[in-house]
């Protein structure tokens, strides 16, 4: 109808439908809407569309047994004026006492004909023998064919949700205890089974997948063939050694890791910190360690020994060789700041990542007064420090209207008061009002 636009059409002007006819008719109908466009979604070839068959988008269940079972809609939806609910129950003989016994122990069973289409939307009755992924996919490998019977396995015929793993295999306690022993979580009944071995499927850890160590992996993958090569213990599998296959030192590793938080030279640690098998790299400095760098530290250096001026010892680092700060000007800057001293601990103290501090908004460390009332009251710290060579040195009284008489009238009786800024400071930390 726009001759300038191809993209727009009607299909309403041509027809004699009318909103009101076909409406009731759609009534239920998945996205449907009296437009053109919706026209043409669900008739794309301009032919009336017939549902009675249910494919696949919309009801797969006009198939097999199902096929030819009915000839109008409203033998199975109930409620002509809504396609929407539909009932399964009235066609089949089956009792809800029947039903209920059959699908005991089936995850979210409920009598109704909603449930009846969620797990059966083919119309077929499920077979769970062969226990798909959604249920328990042991029904495969070694175990395919195993079992012919619910029963065998599920021993409670009124749940399903009972089963057992032991009554089948030739496993004794005292032969799969110790077979597991280190196992995290490893418990001798059939839902330990279930959780570790969903597939039926013997466990190989050899590998050591994420899950449980990851250094099967680069330089370690194939280095080992048997379990007993690191579990020295073979009663217990938490027990482990890294330092005998390796040819370290403990002077060497002592000498490398120097300065290194919670170092110590034993398996579990070497465990702890290098969890893949892989060879550390500090030299970026992440969260856990020092983030500087970060920012306009990034890229300023490539080479340990460029802060850490001991070789033997990480612990020593210096800042200060690196920047061109005079003493003198940082004392200056810093005058006030409590525990301020001019050495490169300090400086990673106040500053971990870096960066210049600005103490404008006087943060919980230090003057939690910037907020509440105080929010915005300044802008610069003379209006609050008038010593620009001393930051320990400051007024709260030139800047509120306070006069001695009225604060003395208020905190008469009050210990050690006396009209200062140091003792406004000291018991008014935050700035605000005693209640």
Not at 281 to 296: C, E, L, Q, V
């Amino acid at each position: 109808t726009d001759q300038s636009n191809r993209k727009i059409f009607d299909c309403l002007t041509c027809h004699e439908h009318a909103q009101s006819e076909m409406d009731p008719k759609h009534n239920g109908i998945t996205g449907y809407a009296f437009d053109s466009p919706s026209c043409l979604f669900c008739h794309p070839a301009g032919e009336k569309a017939e549902f009675r068959d249910h494919d696949t988008e919309h009801f797969p269940i006009y198939s097999g047994e199902h096929n030819n079972e009915w000839d109008d809609c409203f033998e199975c939806h109930t409620d002509q004026s809504n396609r929407k609910i539909f009932d399964c129950l009235t066609c089949h003989e089956h009792s809800q006492s029947e039903m209920d016994s059959e699908h005991n122990g089936i995850p979210d069973y409920a009598y109704n004909s909603t449930k009846c289409f969620e797990c059966h939307p083919d119309g077929k009755k499920e077979k769970f023998a062969e226990h798909d992924m959604q249920f328990f996919p042991i029904y495969s490998g070694e175990h395919n064919h195993a079992w012919s019977d619910c029963a065998e396995c599920h021993t409670q015929t009124g749940n399903r949700k009972v089963y057992d793993c032991l009554t089948c295999h030739e496993h004794a306690q005292s032969e799969i205890d110790p077979k597991h022993n280190g196992i995290t979580d490893y418990a001798f009944d059939s839902e330990s089974c279930l959780f570790c071995h969903p597939t039926g499927e013997k466990a190989e850890f050899r590998d050591h997948d994420t899950e449980y160590f990851p250094i099967y992996s680069g330089k370690h993958n194939n280095e080992w063939d048997d379990c007993l090569e690191c579990h020295t213990d073979q009663s217990n599998r938490k027990i482990f050694d890294c330092l005998t296959c390796h040819e370290h030192s403990q002077s060497a590793m002592n000498q490398v890791h120097n300065g290194f938080p919670g170092y110590s030279y034993n398996s579990n640690d070497c465990l702890q910190c290098h969890p893949d098998g892989k060879k550390g790299s500090f030299a970026n400095h992440d969260a856990d360690y020092f983030p500087i760098y970060s920012g306009t530290h990034n890229n300023e250096w490539s080479e340990c020994l460029e802060c850490h001026t001991n070789p033997n010892n990480y612990s020593v680092f210096s800042c200060l060789n690196c920047h061109e700060h005079r003493q003198s000007a940082m004392n200056q800057v810093h005058n006030g700041f409590p525990g301020y001293s001019y050495n490169s601990n300090d400086c990673l103290q106040c500053h971990p990542d870096g960066k210049k501090g600005s103490f404008a908004n006087h943060d919980a460390d230090y003057f939690p007064i910037y907020s509440g009332e105080h929010n915005g009251e300044w802008s610069a710290c003379a209006d609050c420090h008038t010593n620009s060579n001393n930051y320990r040195v400051f007024s709260c009284l030139n800047c509120h209207e306070h006069n001695k008489q009225d604060m003395d009238d208020e905190h008469r009786g009050v210990n050690n008061y006396i009209y200062q800024s140091s003792a406004c400071y000291n018991c008014h930390p935050d700035g605000k009002a005693d209640d």
